[in-house]
């Protein structure tokens, strides 16, 4: 790692270099296939088109990060989590509350790592970029997981 001056005063910090940066969640991306495989199997297409589109909008916009590819990745992202919001709300039974309250976890766990990370610099939005990387690789990793705990209940 090397150390890079982040602004004209004289704070320092230690980041990685941009190419393992963005390898990092480029290869975290790929872990939206296994969500792919997962909902064609059990027949939701729909989820399955929708996790294509995430899986492709995410290797896109960490590959190559823009504005147009972010606006993309969280329309991507708003359309499966909707989803998974609906398909989740129309198999909550009191038999399977739970298996629920497992899957509202991995839910807010994302919600803090993006949202309230936004707001007080921490987690994903980490001032060293090489660990505000590494909770998005995580984020990735818990929405995945919870996705697959909505096809399970």
Not at 98 to 103: L, N
């Amino acid at each position: 790692m090397e150390t890079v001056a982040t602004n004209c005063t004289s704070d320092i910090t230690t980041v990685a270099p941009p190419t393992k940066i963005n390898e990092l969640l480029l290869y975290s991306s790929v872990v939206f296939i296994t969500n792919v495989l997962s909902t064609y199997y059990y027949g939701d297409y729909v989820y399955c088109l929708l996790f294509c589109a995430l899986t492709a909008s995410s290797l896109m916009f960490h590959y190559n990060s823009n504005i147009y590819t972010n606006i993309i990745d969280k329309t991507c992202i708003l359309g499966v989590v909707s989803y998974g919001g609906y398909v989740i709300y129309n198999k909550t039974t009191p038999e399977n509350l739970v298996e629920i309250t497992f899957v509202i976890s991995t839910f807010i766990i994302t919600i803090i790592l993006f949202f309230y990370g936004y707001w007080t610099n921490s987690y994903c939005y980490h001032p060293d970029t090489y660990i505000g990387n590494k909770y998005h690789c995580m984020l990735h990793m818990i929405s995945s997981f919870g996705h697959h705990l909505i096809l399970l209940v």
